[in-house]
Each structure stands twice: as structure tokens, then as C-alpha cells.
């Protein structure tokens, strides 16, 4: 056990953001600048509101990591009307 998750789940964590990071790199998808600052502010406004603490290097990460995935969801699906 790795911080209270098995090695098989972490193995599947980290296969699975490979995947995403090669697709998004292999479809060339990319998100904005502004789009990034949005979701950016957005999250530090809520931990500030919140009063909690917070990693500003591992947050930008995880909104980035979230964008793409969020990218690729929307690159997935079939646009409906």
C-alpha cells in the first residue's frame, strides 16, 4: 500500500494519465491560455473563500490536468443540438 492505495491502483493511475497525455498531444489539442486562467482563478477563489491552504504549483497542475481531460471529453463526444 502507496499513502493508502494499492500498487495496482496507482499502476492504473498513472497508465491512464499516460493515455491522456498522448492522445491529447497526438490529436493536438490544446487549451487556451485564458481558458487555464479562468478555471485557475476560479480554484484559488474557492480555496480562499474556504480559508484552506493550498500548493500553488500542484494546483496549476491539476487544473491543467483537469482542462485536458475535460478537452478530451469534449473531443469525444458527438456534438448535440
Known sequence: MYGGCSKHHLEDLILRQMAFEHIFA?????VSDSEFQ???DSAVRDFTEQKQEFD?????????EALKV??????AMPVMY
Do not use: P
Open 70 to 75: 475535460r478537452c478530451l471529453w469534449g473531443a
Open 38 to 40: 479562468d478555471e485557475y
Open 56 to 64: 500553488d504549483e500542484r494546483l496549476r497542475e491539476q487544473v491543467s
Open 26 to 30: 497526438a490529436e493536438k489539442l490544446t
